[in-house]
């Protein structure tokens, strides 16, 4: 499974960005998809993840209540929604996709290239 992230850009503070992860080379229709980001001289921090059926999501408290994950999985894709963006969420930002128990342990087996956001005025 090779998977794509897309979206990224520079966007004002408060302003919106989604983001695109499509998978191809098989499908991820019953994988966990989650996002992570990293910015310089930082660890990288999950952002968001999501059940294979997407009833289920979880974030950090760090972005809770403005980023929302969502999946099609007949277009094999997964969007995040991040809204209200502050300077602090500029980073690298990567999909990954993994079994169930990806969910919870944070390990995905699959990562996509990653896309950059730059939040700035």
């Known amino acids: 499974v090779q998977l794509q992230a897309s979206g990224g850009g520079l966007v004002q503070p408060g302003g919106s960005l989604r983001l695109s992860c499509a998978a191809s080379g098989g499908t991820v229709s019953y994988y966990v998809m989650g996002w992570f980001r990293q910015a310089p001289g930082s660890e990288r921090e999950a952002v968001a993840a999501?059940?294979?059926?997407?009833?289920?999501?979880r974030y950090p408290d760090s972005v809770k209540g403005r980023f929302t994950i969502s999946r099609d999985n007949t277009k094999n894709t997964v969007y995040p929604q991040m809204n209200s963006l502050k300077p602090e969420d500029t980073a690298v930002y990567y999909c990954?996709?993994?079994?169930?128990?990806?969910?919870?342990?944070?390990?995905?087996?699959?990562w996509g290239q990653g896309t950059q956001v730059t939040v700035s005025s």
């Open positions: 990954a996709a993994g079994p169930s128990s990806s969910y919870y342990t944070g390990r995905y087996d699959y």
């Open positions: 999501i059940s294979w059926g997407g009833g289920s999501t």
